[in-house]
């Protein structure tokens, strides 16, 4: 379980991108977060594996308080939570499953396991027949895929996917959508972050709303709300 009692973030610029936020997300849960842009969804997100620190409240994820963390425990804390992006970030250089081997490789797994989870991940976002590609080699929505792998293959409790379908056509995702579900059905909590309208009103989960840094909406099986 997520948890977050008073939290507030303000910036060493100054900016406070969190005002104020209470809420529990539930393992497992599928979570939209929605909202303008600059209203504080990445913070948010960013909080959760500590990339950012709150400036007041608390943070929990499961028995862990991620406001009292020690800066060692990060990397422990990491290893339960995936992370993709829009952009992908993935390694240019390496292959693709070079670049889902590299997560497997820091935590210094032996090789023929790496090997076996490697291409188990591979086969769930049916990319397993371009294990050799590089990422140049591949369409978009392809690197999505290799990012998502990449992402789950420490088997993380908790996915946290920013905006990933912002750079990707309709299809495409669709097919992002329906392999987040996967990965949802086997008890992965996942929390995205969206400004794709349709997905979020054909798709129905719980909508989180973020505006100016608080939470202005949150419904079990909302709707993307935002004529944008
Ligand atoms: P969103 O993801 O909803 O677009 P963000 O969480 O990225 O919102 O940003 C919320 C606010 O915090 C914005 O005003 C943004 O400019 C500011 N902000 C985000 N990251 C930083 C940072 N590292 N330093 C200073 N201000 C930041």
Redesign the pocket.
């Known amino acids: 379980m997520i948890e977050m009692q008073g939290v507030y973030?303000t910036?060493?610029?100054g900016?406070?991108?969190?005002n104020g936020l209470d809420v529990r997300i539930q393992q497992g849960e599928f979570v939209y977060v929605v909202?303008?842009?600059?209203?504080?969804?990445?913070?948010?997100?960013?909080l959760i594996f500590r990339e950012?620190k709150p400036s007041k409240g608390s943070i929990h994820i499961n028995d862990l308080d991620l406001a009292a963390m020690k800066e060692r425990r990060i990397p422990k804390l990491r290893r339960n939570i995936g992370v993709v992006y829009q952009d992908f970030r993935l390694l240019p250089r390496l292959t693709v499953y070079e670049n889902v081997a590299f997560a497997l490789e820091v935590i210094e797994q032996r090789p023929a396991e790496i090997k076996t989870r490697v291409m188990d991940v591979l086969e769930q976002v049916r990319l397993k027949n371009k294990a050799r590609f590089i990422p140049d080699e591949l369409s978009g929505g392809e690197q999505q895929r290799v990012s998502i792998a990449r992402a789950i293959a420490n088997r993380p409790r908790i996915l946290i996917a920013?905006e990933p379908t912002g750079n990707l056509d309709p299809e495409t995702s669709w097919e992002i959508m329906h392999i987040l579900e996967e990965i949802n059905q086997t008890g992965t909590t996942i929390l995205m972050?969206t400004h794709n309208r349709e997905v979020v009103n054909r798709v129905r989960k719980r909508v989180i709303a973020?505006e100016d840094?608080v939470i202005v909406r949150d419904e079990r099986r909302g709707d993307y709300g935002y004529e944008d």
């Not at 909202?35 to 960013?46: L, M, R, V, Y």
Request: without cysteine; proline residues 8%; aromatic residues 8%.
């Open positions: 973030k910036y060493p610029n900016v406070t991108a969190l909202g303008p842009s600059g209203a504080g969804k990445s913070t948010f997100t960013k950012e920013d972050a973020i840094g």
